[in-house]
């Protein structure tokens, strides 16, 4: 991974403050979608795509890609944002988000958008999916792999039995070169997570599955790549980083408030919400 | 009679005839498959001999993954190992995979196009004495609304090797459901007996055939003792083999009822939604045809002997006789 330098820093904050002003447009033309997570989630994306992340735009099936696996399909517009800025695709592509014959369906699908790693929405299996390619990875390629695997997962999707026992495997398998990063948002539809299904105390429980776990400030550059950086330097059992991240952040007034989960934006709120970026 | 060109086994009708589950020929098949191409991958949720992977499991240990009694994670690290262009089986019984795991086959494996094999081991009540949770009555229904899956549901042993080998082949590029049987059946094919997934095969045909029995699985063999003994009172018959239930053959389905104008369906599975269902939409749409329907209807299996319980739920040599008379009937 490249030095990250102070320029790096303020290139990393001007991007993800781009990638959620797309978020907000595409949210308002498409009339439909999920905000919190998206926004939240812009600079976990920023820091991957921009910095750490073995890729290559001109390539997307370069076979010694990292691979990056989504597993709660709905923040997807934050996706589709960053590899549109990262330049996978054509920025105007964003608008047709969620429209008959996009490719960016509402929830991923490969079928439609074959540089996606996999297709998601219903929650809790991407997880699983990691530790697959992981596994095939060390079957083919043994200690040589060069690659890394990273999924992302929101908290409200530990609900998922499927997810527990990804963990369970996880953590039998020792999958050294694959790092967890959890949005830890504290919000899912109905409510706070601590309110509708308790994860707390959630880094023990992860660190009983033998992880080395690092909990961090999501919207704090120098910290998520310091994390990241450590995550690949454990080689012998899997790594979490819990993303502890604002839902809705970088529009003050839609921060915290799991009532913006599910919903996309007025045109009014989306201006609003797009001037209060502008001026950063 | 049965037809020169199935090439069946000439056994078929003596007492000694030679008694294999399907699951064996899965078993068999894997491990075949698995010598020839380095790509493929097992994985099993805790069942590796009873489902007959440990033949594979034992020879090629690096490249199997113990995934544990957990089958939502069987199907979702096997989309993930398809994910990096290796060819991921897995196993486990039907109740639980694809049971159990339905939406994680629907949506990362068949819905995110990644070939991968999957075997529902312990289907019917033929299961026996385990009782009704174990007896998956239902996969065929469940694995052919999923579109971009083959359902494959061989009636011996033999069937099932070939089928597993071709479900493996670069032919089939998309996900495969294969459907196995725990018990003993007899074997009723040969090595030289044509299969190729999505055909069917006529396996007798009597001169003046009056009903078309179209059979799936281990029943296929009651079927063909059911055309036999019929071709004795002055019935005839056609039986013919559906193993390949999904994509279905439609062209050779409907030239056999042409001939007949009279369906009898033979699964061991629920009536509702199973491969007789298949055969009704088909006809429905092409040669509506007086249809009567073996299967369990509309009932959980219980513990028992194969035999007891293929008879009481009425699926026996006889129940099949009857049920085609009354569909003569019924013309």
């Known amino acids: 991974m490249e030095k990250l330098t102070d ?151 530990q609900d998922e039995g499927n997810v527990w026992e990804a963990y369970l495997l996880a953590g039998k398998e020792k999958i050294g070169n694959l790092t967890m990063i959890i949005d830890r948002n504290n919000i899912q539809i109905d409510g706070f997570t601590e309110n509708i299904l308790p994860l707390e ?48 952040k970088g529009v003050k007034e839609w921060e915290n408030k799991f009532e913006w989960h599910g919903k996309p934006p007025t045109k009014e709120e989306g201006e609003m919400a797009l001037k209060e970026l502008r001026s950063r | 009679m049965i037809n020169i060109n199935s090439k069946l086994n000439s056994k078929i009708f003596e007492k000694d005839v030679e008694l294999v589950p399907t699951r064996k020929g899965f078993g068999e098949g894997l491990l075949i498959a698995g010598e020839k191409d380095e790509k493929i991958i097992g994985l099993c949720a805790d069942l590796t001999e009873s489902t007959q992977m440990h033949l594979f499991a034992k020879k090629f240990p690096e490249r199997f993954i113990e995934i544990g009694v957990s089958e939502q994670n069987l199907a979702t690290v096997a989309s993930g190992v398809a994910a990096m262009g290796s060819l991921p089986v897995i196993s486990s019984y039907a109740m ?27 289907t019917g009540v033929s299961v026996g004495p385990d009782g009704g949770t174990h007896q998956a009555l239902e996969d065929i229904a469940l694995m052919r609304v999923i579109p971009n899956l083959v359902v494959v549901s061989p009636c011996d042993a033999i069937e099932a090797r070939k089928a597993t080998i071709e479900a493996l082949s670069s032919k089939i590029t998309t996900p495969v459901y294969i459907r196995l049987g725990r018990e003993k059946t007899p074997i009723i094919t040969t090595e030289e007996t044509p299969f190729e997934i999505g055909k069917v095969s006529v396996f007798y045909e009597s001169k003046k055939p009056e009903v078309t029995i179209i059979a799936t699985g281990s029943l296929v063999y009651n079927a063909l003792v059911s055309a036999r003994e ?35 369906t033979v699964e061991e599975h629920q009536v509702a939604g199973g491969m007789g269902s298949a055969v009704a939409e088909v006809l429905g749409e092409f040669f509506p045809a007086p249809i009567e329907f073996i299967g369990v209807k509309d009932k959980f299996g219980q513990s028992g002997t194969m035999n007891e319980l293929i008879e009481h739920y009425g699926m026996g040599v006889k129940d099949i006789k009857e049920a085609v008379m009354k569909v003569i009937s019924r013309k």
């Open chain 2, 96 to 122: 639980f995979s694809p049971g159990r795991n339905w939406e994680q086959i629907r949506t990362t494996i068949c819905y995110n196009d990644r070939k991968v094999l999957v075997a529902g081991n312990h």
């Open chain 2, 230 to 264: 019929l071709e004795e009172d002055g019935v005839g018959t056609i039986v013919l083999n559906l193993s390949s239930i999904k994509p279905i053959d439609k062209k050779t389905i409907i030239e056999n009822v042409q001939k007949t104008g009279a369906v009898v």
């Open chain 1, 201 to 248: 105390p959630f880094k023990q429980k992860l660190e009983a599955f033998n992880f080395d776990v690092q909990e961090i400030d999501g919207h704090d550059f120098n910290k998520i790549i310091e994390a990241i950086e450590k995550a690949q330097s454990v080689t012998d059992k899997a790594s979490v980083i819990i993303a502890d991240t604002i839902p809705g």
């Open chain 1, 7 to 157: 320029q790096k820093i303020k290139f990393l904050e001007e991007t993800a403050n781009n990638i959620r002003q797309s978020i907000i447009e595409m949210l308002v033309e498409a009339k439909s979608g999920h905000t919190a997570g998206p926004l939240g989630m812009a600079d976990v994306f920023t820091a991957l795509f921009f910095h750490a992340l073995k890729h290559n735009s001109k390539e997307p099936f370069w076979e010694e890609r990292d691979r990056v696996v989504l597993s709660n399909g709905h923040i997807c517009p934050v996706y589709y944002a960053t590899l549109a800025h990262a330049g996978y695709l054509p920025t105007e592509e964003l608008m047709t988000l969620r429209k008959f014959g996009s490719r960016l369906q509402g929830h991923p699908h490969r079928e439609f958008l074959p540089i996606l790693e996999t297709s998601s929405g219903p929650l809790g299996c991407g997880l699983s999916q990691a530790i697959g390619m992981a596994l095939a990875d060390r079957i083919k390629n043994g200690k040589n792999s060069t690659k890394q695997f990273y999924v992302l997962m929101g908290d409200g999707e």
